[in-house]
């Protein structure tokens, strides 16, 4: 199922399209992305591997 995420770390995730609305997050009113995942990972890095680079 489509959904919107953002990817500024504040773990965001919308079933619209639309803007990050956490205040404190670095991408705070940008678009979210879209994503198709089926196990809630977003396709984003894991903790540990934005930790390795």
């Given at each position: ?16 399209p639309g803007t ?20 809630g990972k977003h ?11």
């Amino acid at each position: 199922m489509t959904h919107y995420v953002c990817t500024g770390g504040c773990g965001g995730v919308s079933e619209t399209p639309g803007t990050c609305q956490a205040e404190t997050c670095p991408l705070h009113e940008h678009d979210l992305k879209e994503c198709n995942c089926e196990d809630g990972k977003h396709d984003l890095p894991s903790e540990e591997e934005t930790k390795e680079e």
